[in-house]
Protein backbone atom coordinates (compact mmCIF):
# COMPACT_ATOMS: atom_id res chain seq x y z
CA UNK A 1 0.00 0.00 0.00
CA UNK A 2 1.41 3.31 -0.89
CA UNK A 3 1.17 5.81 2.19
CA UNK A 4 -0.12 9.71 1.52
CA UNK A 5 2.16 11.99 2.10
CA UNK A 6 1.80 15.30 3.00
CA UNK A 7 2.01 18.52 0.52
CA UNK A 8 4.78 20.52 0.78
CA UNK A 9 2.93 23.35 -0.24
CA UNK A 10 -0.95 24.46 1.94
CA UNK A 11 -3.92 24.34 -0.36
CA UNK A 12 -6.63 27.01 0.12
CA UNK A 13 -9.79 26.38 2.20
CA UNK A 14 -12.45 27.06 -0.70
CA UNK A 15 -10.30 23.97 -2.83
CA UNK A 16 -10.17 21.74 0.04
CA UNK A 17 -13.95 22.44 1.08
CA UNK A 18 -14.94 20.81 -2.25
CA UNK A 19 -12.27 18.03 -2.21
CA UNK A 20 -14.35 17.24 1.16
CA UNK A 21 -17.80 17.65 -0.61
CA UNK A 22 -16.69 15.24 -3.27
CA UNK A 23 -14.77 13.01 -0.72
CA UNK A 24 -18.94 12.74 0.65
CA UNK A 25 -20.75 12.15 -2.36
CA UNK A 26 -20.50 8.55 -1.75
CA UNK A 27 -21.44 8.97 1.91
CA UNK A 28 -24.99 7.98 2.93
CA UNK A 29 -27.65 10.24 2.68
CA UNK A 30 -28.95 10.88 6.12
CA UNK A 31 -30.54 13.94 5.40
CA UNK A 32 -33.33 12.87 3.42
CA UNK A 33 -33.85 10.12 6.37
CA UNK A 34 -32.44 7.21 4.21
CA UNK A 35 -30.21 6.11 7.01
CA UNK A 36 -31.11 4.13 10.28
CA UNK A 37 -28.49 3.78 12.03
CA UNK A 38 -25.07 5.78 13.16
CA UNK A 39 -26.71 9.26 12.69
CA UNK A 40 -29.50 10.82 14.92
CA UNK A 41 -31.61 13.38 12.61
CA UNK A 42 -33.68 15.35 14.60
CA UNK A 43 -33.88 18.28 12.03
CA UNK A 44 -31.61 21.04 10.72
CA UNK A 45 -32.40 23.41 13.44
CA UNK A 46 -30.92 21.14 16.03
CA UNK A 47 -27.98 20.66 13.57
CA UNK A 48 -27.24 23.81 12.87
CA UNK A 49 -27.50 24.25 17.09
CA UNK A 50 -24.87 21.91 17.73
CA UNK A 51 -22.52 22.93 14.51
CA UNK A 52 -22.41 26.59 16.31
CA UNK A 53 -22.77 25.70 19.69
CA UNK A 54 -19.97 23.40 19.44
CA UNK A 55 -17.71 25.94 17.46
CA UNK A 56 -18.47 28.36 19.91
CA UNK A 57 -15.87 25.89 22.48
CA UNK A 58 -14.03 23.45 19.90
CA UNK A 59 -10.52 24.96 21.24
CA UNK A 60 -11.41 24.59 24.65
CA UNK A 61 -10.29 21.59 26.86
CA UNK A 62 -12.76 20.21 29.51
CA UNK A 63 -9.73 18.82 31.56
CA UNK A 64 -9.04 22.29 32.72
CA UNK A 65 -12.23 23.45 34.65
CA UNK A 66 -10.05 25.75 36.36
CA UNK A 67 -9.32 27.55 33.28
CA UNK A 68 -12.52 26.97 31.94
CA UNK A 69 -15.40 27.22 34.84
CA UNK A 70 -17.65 27.44 31.57
CA UNK A 71 -17.31 24.43 30.13
CA UNK A 72 -17.15 22.69 33.92
CA UNK A 73 -20.70 24.72 34.61
CA UNK A 74 -22.26 23.67 31.48
CA UNK A 75 -21.24 19.83 32.42
CA UNK A 76 -22.78 20.32 35.72
CA UNK A 77 -25.90 21.74 34.27
CA UNK A 78 -25.99 18.89 31.79
CA UNK A 79 -25.42 16.09 34.17
CA UNK A 80 -28.43 17.73 36.45
CA UNK A 81 -30.35 17.00 33.54
CA UNK A 82 -30.16 13.27 33.07
CA UNK A 83 -30.03 12.69 36.47
CA UNK A 84 -33.17 14.23 37.23
CA UNK A 85 -35.07 12.77 33.90
CA UNK A 86 -33.51 9.25 35.54
CA UNK A 87 -34.98 9.56 39.04
CA UNK A 88 -31.79 9.78 40.55
CA UNK A 89 -31.50 10.44 44.39
CA UNK A 90 -30.46 13.13 45.86
CA UNK A 91 -26.55 12.80 46.27
CA UNK A 92 -26.33 11.29 42.99
CA UNK A 93 -23.57 12.22 40.32
CA UNK A 94 -22.01 11.83 37.29
CA UNK A 95 -20.21 13.10 34.56
CA UNK A 96 -19.87 13.71 30.61
CA UNK A 97 -17.85 11.31 28.69
CA UNK A 98 -16.84 10.78 24.27
CA UNK A 99 -19.36 7.91 24.15
CA UNK A 100 -21.52 4.71 25.28
CA UNK A 101 -18.59 2.60 25.36
CA UNK A 102 -16.17 5.38 27.25
CA UNK A 103 -19.28 5.33 30.18
CA UNK A 104 -19.33 1.76 30.32
CA UNK A 105 -16.19 1.06 30.91
CA UNK A 106 -15.69 4.19 33.42
CA UNK A 107 -18.71 2.29 34.99
CA UNK A 108 -17.30 -0.93 34.90
CA UNK A 109 -13.78 0.52 36.53
CA UNK A 110 -15.60 1.45 39.16
CA UNK A 111 -17.39 -1.12 40.15
CA UNK A 112 -14.13 -3.22 40.12
CA UNK A 113 -12.63 -0.83 42.17
CA UNK A 114 -15.47 -1.18 44.73
CA UNK A 115 -15.30 -4.89 44.70
CA UNK A 116 -11.74 -4.33 45.70
CA UNK A 117 -11.47 -1.41 48.16
CA UNK A 118 -14.97 -2.00 49.73
CA UNK A 119 -15.78 -5.65 49.42
CA UNK A 120 -12.00 -6.52 49.98
CA UNK A 121 -12.11 -8.77 46.73
CA UNK A 122 -8.79 -9.84 45.22
CA UNK A 123 -7.95 -12.09 42.15
CA UNK A 124 -10.06 -13.41 39.30
CA UNK A 125 -13.20 -11.30 39.03
CA UNK A 126 -16.64 -11.71 36.72
CA UNK A 127 -19.31 -9.54 35.12
CA UNK A 128 -22.48 -11.01 34.25
CA UNK A 129 -24.28 -9.82 31.30
CA UNK A 130 -27.21 -10.98 29.04
CA UNK A 131 -26.56 -12.21 25.32
CA UNK A 132 -28.10 -9.20 24.38
CA UNK A 133 -25.82 -6.80 26.05
CA UNK A 134 -23.04 -4.28 24.37
CA UNK A 135 -20.13 -5.67 22.90
CA UNK A 136 -18.79 -2.47 24.93
CA UNK A 137 -19.05 -4.40 27.75
CA UNK A 138 -16.93 -7.15 26.46
CA UNK A 139 -13.84 -4.75 25.45
CA UNK A 140 -13.67 -2.92 28.96
CA UNK A 141 -13.73 -6.60 30.67
CA UNK A 142 -10.72 -7.27 28.66
CA UNK A 143 -9.49 -3.97 29.14
CA UNK A 144 -9.62 -4.85 32.69
CA UNK A 145 -8.81 -8.82 32.59
CA UNK A 146 -12.37 -9.85 34.05
CA UNK A 147 -14.06 -12.55 33.01
CA UNK A 148 -17.52 -12.02 31.08
CA UNK A 149 -20.14 -14.74 31.45
CA UNK A 150 -22.76 -14.23 29.39
CA UNK A 151 -26.11 -16.02 29.53
CA UNK A 152 -29.29 -16.86 27.33
CA UNK A 153 -32.14 -14.78 26.58
CA UNK A 154 -35.67 -15.35 27.36
CA UNK A 155 -38.30 -14.20 25.19
CA UNK A 156 -34.98 -11.62 23.82
CA UNK A 157 -34.67 -10.57 26.90
CA UNK A 158 -32.25 -10.34 30.12
CA UNK A 159 -33.45 -13.62 32.00
CA UNK A 160 -32.91 -13.18 35.87
CA UNK A 161 -32.79 -16.54 36.50
CA UNK A 162 -30.12 -17.60 34.23
CA UNK A 163 -27.93 -14.03 35.98
CA UNK A 164 -28.64 -14.95 39.21
CA UNK A 165 -27.54 -18.81 38.40
CA UNK A 166 -24.29 -17.79 36.79
CA UNK A 167 -23.27 -15.07 39.35
CA UNK A 168 -21.30 -16.14 42.53
CA UNK A 169 -19.08 -13.51 45.01
CA UNK A 170 -16.71 -12.99 42.62
CA UNK A 171 -19.50 -11.10 40.57
CA UNK A 172 -18.88 -7.26 40.35
CA UNK A 173 -21.41 -6.45 38.03
CA UNK A 174 -24.17 -7.66 36.36
CA UNK A 175 -26.35 -5.62 33.79
CA UNK A 176 -29.26 -4.84 32.41
CA UNK A 177 -30.41 -2.77 28.65
CA UNK A 178 -33.30 -0.22 28.46
CA UNK A 179 -32.91 -0.73 25.73
CA UNK A 180 -31.11 -3.83 24.43
CA UNK A 181 -29.50 -2.85 20.88
CA UNK A 182 -30.16 -6.37 18.34
CA UNK A 183 -34.37 -5.91 19.51
CA UNK A 184 -34.74 -2.33 21.20
CA UNK A 185 -36.38 -4.22 23.57
CA UNK A 186 -36.38 -3.00 27.68
CA UNK A 187 -34.84 -5.82 30.09
CA UNK A 188 -36.94 -6.35 33.27
CA UNK A 189 -34.69 -4.07 35.54
CA UNK A 190 -37.20 -4.50 37.92
CA UNK A 191 -36.21 -7.62 38.27
CA UNK A 192 -32.89 -7.72 38.16
CA UNK A 193 -33.02 -4.75 40.71
CA UNK A 194 -34.44 -7.18 43.26
CA UNK A 195 -32.08 -9.93 42.68
CA UNK A 196 -29.03 -6.97 43.08
CA UNK A 197 -30.52 -5.82 46.23
CA UNK A 198 -30.87 -9.61 47.48
CA UNK A 199 -27.23 -10.82 46.51
CA UNK A 200 -25.55 -7.27 46.95
CA UNK A 201 -24.64 -6.78 43.45
CA UNK A 202 -23.65 -3.62 41.19
CA UNK A 203 -26.37 -3.27 39.06
CA UNK A 204 -25.51 -1.30 35.60
CA UNK A 205 -28.18 -0.39 33.41
CA UNK A 206 -26.84 0.34 30.22
CA UNK A 207 -29.30 2.92 28.70
CA UNK A 208 -26.86 4.76 26.07
CA UNK A 209 -30.30 4.09 23.53
CA UNK A 210 -32.74 4.68 25.86
CA UNK A 211 -31.65 7.21 28.57
CA UNK A 212 -32.84 10.10 26.83
CA UNK A 213 -35.76 8.65 24.53
CA UNK A 214 -37.76 6.75 27.34
CA UNK A 215 -38.46 9.63 29.59
CA UNK A 216 -39.97 11.22 26.95
CA UNK A 217 -42.19 8.29 25.61
CA UNK A 218 -43.09 7.94 29.12
CA UNK A 219 -43.92 11.21 29.05
CA UNK A 220 -46.18 11.01 26.37
CA UNK A 221 -48.20 8.19 27.72
CA UNK A 222 -46.48 5.20 27.08
CA UNK A 223 -46.08 2.69 29.57
CA UNK A 224 -42.25 2.12 29.99
CA UNK A 225 -41.85 -0.21 32.61
CA UNK A 226 -39.08 0.72 35.43
CA UNK A 227 -35.57 1.23 34.31
CA UNK A 228 -33.10 3.59 35.56
CA UNK A 229 -32.58 5.04 39.68
CA UNK A 230 -36.56 4.30 40.26
CA UNK A 231 -35.54 0.59 40.77
CA UNK A 232 -33.14 0.64 44.69
CA UNK A 233 -30.76 -1.85 43.29
CA UNK A 234 -29.28 0.57 40.23
CA UNK A 235 -26.25 1.84 40.87
CA UNK A 236 -24.96 3.33 37.42
CA UNK A 237 -26.45 3.99 34.30
CA UNK A 238 -24.92 5.07 31.06
CA UNK A 239 -26.82 7.41 28.71
CA UNK A 240 -25.67 8.90 25.08
CA UNK A 241 -26.23 12.50 24.84
CA UNK A 242 -25.12 12.06 20.93
CA UNK A 243 -28.03 9.54 20.34
CA UNK A 244 -31.60 10.26 21.35
CA UNK A 245 -30.04 13.40 23.58
CA UNK A 246 -29.40 15.22 19.69
CA UNK A 247 -26.43 16.37 20.62
CA UNK A 248 -22.98 16.72 18.87
CA UNK A 249 -20.87 13.17 18.72
CA UNK A 250 -18.82 12.52 21.15
CA UNK A 251 -20.94 12.88 24.27
CA UNK A 252 -22.79 10.45 26.31
CA UNK A 253 -23.08 10.49 30.38
CA UNK A 254 -22.33 8.58 32.84
CA UNK A 255 -24.28 8.35 36.47
CA UNK A 256 -23.66 7.15 39.79
CA UNK A 257 -26.37 6.97 42.61
CA UNK A 258 -24.07 8.08 45.07
CA UNK A 259 -21.36 10.49 44.98
CA UNK A 260 -18.82 8.00 46.53
CA UNK A 261 -19.66 5.22 44.23
CA UNK A 262 -19.13 7.67 41.64
CA UNK A 263 -15.72 8.84 43.52
CA UNK A 264 -14.05 5.02 42.50
CA UNK A 265 -14.81 5.77 39.10
CA UNK A 266 -11.70 8.90 39.31
CA UNK A 267 -8.66 8.28 38.24
CA UNK A 268 -6.31 10.56 40.78
CA UNK A 269 -2.59 10.35 40.24
CA UNK A 270 -0.25 12.87 42.32
CA UNK A 271 3.18 11.03 41.98
CA UNK A 272 4.34 13.31 38.49
CA UNK A 273 7.16 15.77 38.26
CA UNK A 274 3.96 17.66 35.59
CA UNK A 275 1.44 18.01 39.11
CA UNK A 276 -1.14 15.99 39.98
CA UNK A 277 -3.44 14.27 37.48
CA UNK A 278 -7.35 13.77 37.91
CA UNK A 279 -9.29 12.73 35.31
CA UNK A 280 -12.84 11.69 35.92
CA UNK A 281 -12.82 9.47 32.50
CA UNK A 282 -11.08 7.39 30.09
CA UNK A 283 -9.76 10.72 28.56
CA UNK A 284 -7.52 13.30 29.65
CA UNK A 285 -8.68 16.34 27.07
CA UNK A 286 -12.19 16.18 26.85
CA UNK A 287 -13.46 18.65 23.25
CA UNK A 288 -15.49 21.68 24.68
CA UNK A 289 -17.46 21.47 22.21
CA UNK A 290 -18.97 18.11 22.71
CA UNK A 291 -19.77 19.74 26.26
CA UNK A 292 -20.89 23.13 25.08
CA UNK A 293 -23.21 21.29 21.96
CA UNK A 294 -24.84 18.91 24.19
CA UNK A 295 -25.82 21.78 26.77
CA UNK A 296 -26.88 23.98 24.01
CA UNK A 297 -28.78 21.70 22.43
CA UNK A 298 -30.88 20.37 25.72
CA UNK A 299 -31.65 24.20 26.60
CA UNK A 300 -32.66 24.47 23.05
CA UNK A 301 -35.21 21.32 22.94
CA UNK A 302 -36.20 21.53 26.71
CA UNK A 303 -38.76 18.95 27.71
CA UNK A 304 -41.33 19.97 25.32
CA UNK A 305 -38.93 20.02 22.10
CA UNK A 306 -37.57 16.43 22.95
CA UNK A 307 -41.55 15.46 23.50
CA UNK A 308 -42.48 16.37 20.44
CA UNK A 309 -39.49 14.62 18.39
CA UNK A 310 -39.74 11.23 20.47
CA UNK A 311 -42.99 11.54 19.96
CA UNK A 312 -42.40 11.29 16.30
CA UNK A 313 -39.47 8.66 16.55
CA UNK A 314 -42.24 6.59 18.11
CA UNK A 315 -45.05 6.98 15.74
CA UNK A 316 -42.30 6.25 12.72
CA UNK A 317 -41.54 2.54 14.94
CA UNK A 318 -45.56 2.33 14.79
CA UNK A 319 -45.98 2.70 11.11
CA UNK A 320 -43.15 0.99 9.80
CA UNK A 321 -44.43 -1.81 12.92
CA UNK A 322 -47.44 -2.20 11.43
CA UNK A 323 -46.48 -1.83 7.70
CA UNK A 324 -43.63 -4.71 7.92
CA UNK A 325 -46.41 -7.00 9.70
CA UNK A 326 -48.70 -6.38 7.01
CA UNK A 327 -45.77 -7.83 4.80
CA UNK A 328 -45.73 -11.16 6.68
CA UNK A 329 -42.44 -10.17 8.98
CA UNK A 330 -42.80 -10.86 12.31
CA UNK A 331 -41.33 -7.83 14.75
CA UNK A 332 -38.73 -9.15 17.46
CA UNK A 333 -40.62 -8.99 21.00
CA UNK A 334 -42.90 -5.36 21.86
CA UNK A 335 -40.71 -2.92 21.30
CA UNK A 336 -41.48 0.74 22.84
CA UNK A 337 -38.83 2.70 21.61
CA UNK A 338 -37.23 4.08 18.66
CA UNK A 339 -35.63 0.72 17.63
CA UNK A 340 -37.23 -2.60 15.92
CA UNK A 341 -36.11 -5.72 14.47
CA UNK A 342 -38.23 -7.77 12.12
CA UNK A 343 -37.64 -11.13 10.39
CA UNK A 344 -39.26 -13.66 7.41
CA UNK A 345 -37.48 -16.71 7.43
CA UNK A 346 -38.57 -17.91 4.33
CA UNK A 347 -36.52 -14.88 2.76
CA UNK A 348 -32.73 -14.16 2.68
CA UNK A 349 -32.44 -10.95 4.60
CA UNK A 350 -29.22 -10.28 3.45
CA UNK A 351 -30.67 -9.77 -0.37
CA UNK A 352 -33.62 -7.63 1.13
CA UNK A 353 -31.08 -5.81 2.92
CA UNK A 354 -28.82 -5.16 -0.29
CA UNK A 355 -31.95 -3.99 -2.46
CA UNK A 356 -32.96 -1.50 0.35
CA UNK A 357 -29.23 -0.63 -0.39
CA UNK A 358 -29.54 -0.15 -3.94
CA UNK A 359 -32.64 2.81 -3.63
CA UNK A 360 -30.15 4.54 -1.19
CA UNK A 361 -31.08 3.00 2.39
CA UNK A 362 -28.50 1.94 5.12
CA UNK A 363 -30.09 0.71 8.00
CA UNK A 364 -28.79 -2.25 10.08
CA UNK A 365 -29.62 -5.72 9.97
CA UNK A 366 -29.48 -8.38 13.34
CA UNK A 367 -27.66 -12.02 12.86
CA UNK A 368 -29.46 -13.79 16.01
CA UNK A 369 -32.41 -14.57 14.12
CA UNK A 370 -31.63 -12.86 10.72
CA UNK A 371 -33.68 -9.50 10.96
CA UNK A 372 -33.57 -6.04 9.59
CA UNK A 373 -32.70 -3.62 11.92
CA UNK A 374 -33.88 -0.01 12.31
CA UNK A 375 -32.78 2.77 14.82
CA UNK A 376 -35.17 6.02 14.30
CA UNK A 377 -34.87 9.34 14.32
CA UNK A 378 -37.66 11.82 14.28
CA UNK A 379 -36.93 12.43 10.41
CA UNK A 380 -38.09 9.21 9.74
CA UNK A 381 -41.56 9.81 10.51
CA UNK A 382 -41.47 11.60 6.99
CA UNK A 383 -40.26 8.64 5.12
CA UNK A 384 -42.01 5.69 6.83
CA UNK A 385 -44.30 5.40 3.36
CA UNK A 386 -40.91 5.73 1.53
CA UNK A 387 -39.19 3.42 3.54
CA UNK A 388 -41.69 0.89 3.62
CA UNK A 389 -42.81 0.93 -0.40
CA UNK A 390 -39.23 0.07 -1.14
CA UNK A 391 -39.32 -2.95 1.20
CA UNK A 392 -42.27 -4.43 -0.39
CA UNK A 393 -40.13 -3.59 -4.09
CA UNK A 394 -36.62 -5.82 -2.08
CA UNK A 395 -39.22 -8.57 -0.89
CA UNK A 396 -40.41 -8.92 -4.70
CA UNK A 397 -37.28 -8.81 -6.01
CA UNK A 398 -35.82 -11.40 -3.15
CA UNK A 399 -38.25 -13.73 -3.18
CA UNK A 400 -36.38 -15.84 -5.18
CA UNK A 401 -33.22 -15.71 -3.10
CA UNK A 402 -32.20 -18.99 -0.79
CA UNK A 403 -32.33 -18.23 2.81
CA UNK A 404 -28.99 -17.64 4.26
CA UNK A 405 -29.86 -20.75 6.78
CA UNK A 406 -31.13 -23.10 4.01
CA UNK A 407 -27.88 -22.44 1.78
CA UNK A 408 -25.07 -23.21 4.56
CA UNK A 409 -27.38 -25.75 6.37
Not at 110 to 123: N, P, Q, S, V
Not at 181 to 202: M, T
Not at 374 to 381: D, E, F, G, I, T
Request: aromatic content about 10%; hydrophobic content about 45%.
Amino acid sequence: MTHATLPEAGTSWPELKDRMVAYASGDVRWREGRTAVYVFNAGPEVEQVQKEAYALFQSENGLGPAAFPSLKRMEEEVVGFGLSLLHAPEGAAGTITSGGTDSITMALKAARDFARKARGLTGPLNIVIPRSAHPAFDKAAALMEIEVRRTPLKDYLADPEAMAAAADDRTVMIVGSAPNFPYGLIDPVAELSKLAEQRDLWLHVDACVGGYLAPFVRMNGADIPPFDFEAPGVRSMSADLHKYGYAAKGASTVFFRSQELKAFMTFDFRDWPGGRMVTPTLAGTRPGGAISAAWAVMNFLGVEGYRARQGRVVAAREAIEAGVKAMGFTVLGRPQLGLIAFSRPDLDILAVWGKLREKGWFTGITTEPKSLHLMLSPVHADVAAAYLEDLAWAVEQSAGATPAEARYS
